[in-house]
């Protein structure tokens, strides 16, 4: 008898230990790229209505009742690369149960840590092509106020040469893969809730540890992703960055980069480029991956921080100097 209840007991804390850690958000994500392509003209007016009484997201910039607009819209409707582009993007996301549960999985975690963190419309639409530049830093969208995600889903859907003819160059069209689309709409939802420095203007260091804040978060909500696909590095730069984090480190601080406000100075190291021009054969946006590796440090020596926590402390000296971090 004595032995039974002890296994009782121990089945019932094992149970209440994997419910504590899993937890799950229902994510029901709306294809606006579905209705804008696939609803007869003499129809898509009202639809678009009732779409936007629906959802309180942006991807409409005026109103369906204004005729010259709906011009333009079915103009672009019914250009021939813009539906190419959607056939195609179409073709590929069929399906985007796979996407939702990733999210909602994700999101479980993220408001267990952080409960703010209350998202709730996702939607996907066509638009970067409606206008000749490529928005790439648009391609996700988080409206905190509306509690909405926009995703301009053509920006994982093409091939490398179809991006290129579109203009993008070759290092930033290798980073619109499937792979990387869930882990970079958490990493947009993350950076809506991270303090910015105040009553002053902000240094090389701040963005470092924003930067690693994020990375260190999708750590958290997004536990079997790999590495590389979070900082959206091929497995080969990662890699690099590894064996060269004490070389970047030291670089910074022999340049006394760290305290820097003129951040145009330094935009190779935190901007997307093919690779960081300071270092020979790199890997691009080092300060990402200094700013995470300080982070881990920093949660790793104050146990006690939880991530409302780290997120609302916009102290990067005093984050910096509490990691302890020695590469």
């Known amino acids: 008898m004595k032995i039974h209840k002890i296994l009782v007991i121990s089945i019932a804390i094992a149970l209440s230990l994997v419910s504590c850690k899993k937890r799950h958000v229902d994510v029901s994500i709306t294809r606006f790229d579905e209705i804008f392509f696939?609803?007869?003209?003499?129809?898509?007016?009202?639809?678009?209505?009732?779409?936007q009484a629906d959802f309180p997201i942006e991807v409409l910039k005026d109103s369906p009742d204004n005729p010259q607009?709906?011009?333009?819209?079915?103009?672009?409707?019914?250009?021939?690369?813009?539906?190419?582009?959607?056939?195609?993007?179409?073709?590929?996301?069929?399906?985007?149960?796979?996407?939702?549960?990733?999210?909602?999985?994700?999101l479980g975690l993220a408001q267990k840590e952080y409960d703010e963190i209350d998202i709730e419309h996702f939607c996907t639409y066509i638009y970067q092509y409606q206008f000749p530049e490529i928005s790439y830093k648009d391609r996700i969208i988080v409206e905190r106020e509306k509690?909405?995600?926009?995703?301009?889903?053509?920006?994982?859907?093409?091939?490398?040469?179809?991006?290129?003819?579109?203009?993008?160059?070759?290092?930033?069209?290798?980073?619109?893969?499937?792979?990387?689309?869930?882990?970079?709409?958490?990493?947009?939802?993350?950076r809506q809730y991270i303090?910015?420095?105040?009553?002053?203007?902000?240094?090389?260091?701040?963005?470092?540890i924003e930067?690693?804040?994020?990375?260190?978060?999708?750590?958290?909500?997004?536990?079997?992703?790999?590495?590389?696909?979070?900082?959206?590095?091929?497995?080969?730069?990662?890699?690099?960055?590894?064996?060269?984090?004490?070389?970047?480190?030291?670089?910074?601080?022999?340049?006394?980069?760290?305290?820097?406000?003129?951040?145009?100075?330094?935009?190779?190291?935190?901007?997307?480029a093919p690779k960081t021009n300071a270092f020979k054969d790199?890997?691009?946006?080092?300060?990402?991956?200094?700013?995470?590796?300080?982070?881990?440090?920093?949660?790793?020596n104050n146990k006690k921080c939880d991530m409302k926590e780290l997120f609302e402390n916009d102290d990067s000296q005093g984050i910096l100097m509490a990691s302890k971090y020695k590469p």
Not at 70 to 97: C, P, Q, V, W
């Open 38 to 51: 696939e609803t007869p003209a003499n129809e898509l007016a009202a639809k678009l209505k009732e779409f």
């Open 69 to 106: 607009y709906m011009a333009t819209l079915l103009a672009f409707r019914n250009d021939s690369i813009a539906r190419d582009i959607y056939n195609i993007t179409h073709e590929k996301y069929k399906d985007l149960g796979w996407l939702e549960d990733e999210l909602g999985d994700a």
């Open 147 to 190: 509690k909405s995600v926009l995703i301009s889903l053509e920006m994982y859907a093409l091939d490398v040469e179809q991006y290129q003819y579109l203009g993008l160059p070759t290092y930033m069209a290798n980073l619109c893969k499937k792979e990387y689309l869930a882990s970079d709409i958490m990493a947009e939802i993350a």
């Open 195 to 208: 303090a910015k420095p105040q009553n002053r203007e902000p240094n090389l260091l701040d963005l470092i």
């Open 211 to 272: 930067e690693g804040k994020v990375l260190y978060f999708l750590d958290e909500v997004m536990p079997k992703k790999e590495d590389h696909l979070k900082i959206r590095y091929t497995p080969e730069q990662l890699e690099w960055c590894k064996k060269n984090e004490k070389n970047i480190w030291t670089y910074f601080i022999q340049n006394n980069m760290l305290y820097d406000k003129d951040l145009l100075k330094y935009q190779n190291f935190y901007d997307e």
């Open 282 to 300: 790199s890997a691009p946006r080092t300060t990402q991956y200094i700013g995470w590796q300080i982070v881990r440090s920093y949660m790793k």
